[in-house]
């Protein structure tokens, strides 16, 4: 039985690269008027309380959003999320924090869709909860399954538009979480070669971190672009998290220069020693054709 909750996590290091990313790559898949399917497989609880118990058992959020929450020289991709963040917070005080379904739910226009999946009953009751209470849209617009993210991408894709945006974001908890990565990119690119696929995933010292990005780095034929933020030296046990990172297969071409901008930022905002780092990496050598 895993015990997962991200409520303990919102908001820290990890959330901000992560939704740093994928704020970029949902505005540029709007820059087009052909509505996409946004996919979350592992969309958590949707809205996070910064003042609850769970947040305040390590304050993690104190060293990611945080450190953001006051500065003043941020770089364009790091403002945009900051932005969003703060839009939340009408009271410019840090309270809410949203994940990755909800700062969909903000950009969605009328001609795109969410369809979100999350297996833990608990959190997919919440994050219904927090769904209800937008109701700016139409229900057909927000798809929420209480199921296996990794098994649905092979019922969502390919889209009716040819356009998707899918986030693929597990706890790895479970080590098989790496293999079923691997899988379900191997299953969404057989049925959609041309989605433009985000895999967060964590530094931590475990080999199948790395066993897992090679084999995304080798599947056939594809672009991919590789952000990972270091923020403190590597502990010596299997758990602890030292960093992150996010895999993007088929990435807007925007995205590689907005994170070059970004990252030393958040390497130097974001520090928690002297290891802090960043790296950005990517196979493509062309642009790549608009989505
Ligand atoms: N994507 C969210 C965000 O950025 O705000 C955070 C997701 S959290 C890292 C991972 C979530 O996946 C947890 O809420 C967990 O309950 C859920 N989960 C675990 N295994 C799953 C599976 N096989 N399919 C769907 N959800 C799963």
Redesign the pocket.
């Known amino acids: 039985m895993f015990s997962?909750r991200?409520g303990f996590h919102a908001g820290n290091h990890a959330?901000v690269l992560?939704?740093c990313v994928l704020l970029e790559v949902l505005k540029y898949y709007q820059e087009k008027e052909t509505g996409f399917v946004y996919v979350?497989?592992?969309?958590?609880?949707g809205l996070y309380d910064l003042t609850g118990k769970w947040a305040n058992t390590r304050s993690e959020y104190a060293d990611g959003i945080g450190r953001l929450w006051s500065a003043t020289d941020l770089p364009w991709l790091v403002s945009e999320y900051v932005s969003a963040i703060k839009a939340l917070n009408a009271s410019h005080e840090l309270t809410l924090y949203p994940?990755?379904p909800w700062l969909a739910l903000q950009l969605l226009r009328s001609q795109d869709r969410l369809k979100l999946?999350?297996?833990?009953s608990a959190?997919a009751d919440v994050l219904a909860n927090n769904l209800d209470q937008q109701r700016r849209l139409p229900p057909r617009a927000i798809k929420l399954e209480r199921a296996?993210?990794?098994a649905a991408i092979k019922a969502v894709l390919p889209p009716p538009t040819r356009r998707a945006v899918i986030?693929i974001?597990?706890?790895y908890e479970n080590k098989q979480d790496y293999r079923s990565v691997v899988q379900a990119i191997k299953d969404g690119l057989t049925r959609f070669a041309t989605g433009c696929y985000l895999i967060w995933y964590p530094r931590v010292n475990r080999l199948q971190v790395d066993q897992m990005l090679k084999q995304l780095q080798h599947l056939p034929g594809i672009q991919w672009l590789q952000a990972e933020l270091t923020v403190c030296k590597a502990p010596t046990d299997q758990h602890g998290l030292f960093g992150s990172g996010v895999f993007v297969i088929n990435p807007p071409y925007t995205l590689h220069k907005q994170l070059q901008l970004a990252l030393p930022w958040l390497a130097k905002t974001l520090a928690q020693d002297n290891h802090a780092s960043w790296k950005l990496r990517a196979n493509a050598t062309e642009t790549p054709k608009p989505h």
Do not use: R
């Open positions: 997962y991200h959330d992560k939704h979350d497989t592992h969309a958590g609880a994940g990755s999946f999350e297996l833990l959190e296996d993210g990794f986030l974001d597990p706890a």
